[in-house]
């Protein structure tokens, strides 16, 4: 049996994370015959833990010049951790015929870095695009989880849980590009509505992902 690979898309406070930690024992209750692995970026591993130590880290960039260096060394580090996600986990789970459920994958280093990078790249969403292309593992679908930038960010108020990149004026940005990637490949993508009671988001998930289950 051919493995299946799908994952959970948006921005921070969007409450993907809340619905695939649900989605860990709804999926194998409704389909007990398939093996599933439920994964994430960044990931746990040895790339991922060097990333969020750059993430944490809190210095200031003392010029323009290590502005830019850092942000192409963020790039660096979420790419490596995505081949380092891909080597190890996903195209194994996938040849085991197993159906993989990732939270963030590559769309999220497009839609954020497309973001962080600008004035440094041209067209940065499209140079990441490209870059990716040629190794990357695309997924048989992704959900993007569709909020209001201000509403998330409220969430993560209620939860005391601002980061690095959770300001309005980014989010919108991440938001928007998340959307244009979503335009680019229709087919790929299900936008569900999270602004919907907790219940209905996890119902609409739910459904999308097991439309392509068998
Ligand atoms: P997140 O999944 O929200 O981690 P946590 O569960 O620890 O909150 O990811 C951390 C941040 O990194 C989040 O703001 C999104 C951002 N991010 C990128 O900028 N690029 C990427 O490629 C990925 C995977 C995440």
Do not use: C
Not at 13 to 29: D, N, R, W, Y
Not at 56 to 71: L, N, Q, V
Not at 127 to 141: F, K, S, T
């Amino acid at each position: 049996m051919r493995g299946i690979l799908i994952t959970l898309e948006g921005i921070d406070g969007s409450g993907k994370t809340t619905v695939a930690s649900i989605l860990t024992h709804k999926l194998p209750e409704a389909r007990s015959q398939r093996h599933f692995v439920f994964t994430a970026e960044p990931t746990i591993g040895e790339a991922g833990k060097l990333l969020r130590s750059h993430l944490a880290d809190k210095s200031h960039d003392t010029s323009e010049e290590i502005s830019r260096a850092r942000r192409i060394q963020e790039l660096s580090l979420f790419m490596a951790d995505h081949a380092d996600h891909l080597a190890k986990t996903v195209i194994h789970e996938l040849d085991k015929g197993s159906v993989v459920i990732s939270d963030r994958y590559a769309d999220s280093t497009t839609a954020y870095q497309g973001v962080t990078l600008r004035g440094i790249i041209p067209e940065p969403l499209d140079w990441i695009r490209d870059i990716y292309r040629p190794w990357n593992v695309v997924p048989d679908r992704t959900l993007f989880f569709s909020v209001e930038p201000m509403g998330a960010i409220r969430r993560l108020r209620a939860r005391k849980k601002m980061e690095k990149f959770e300001r309005l004026e980014f989010m919108k940005e991440v938001d928007s590009n998340f959307r244009k990637i979503t335009a680019l490949e229709p087919e790929r993508f299900v936008t569900i509505d999270a602004q919907k009671e907790a219940d209905r988001v996890v119902e609409d998930a739910l459904d999308a992902i097991l439309e392509i289950i068998d």
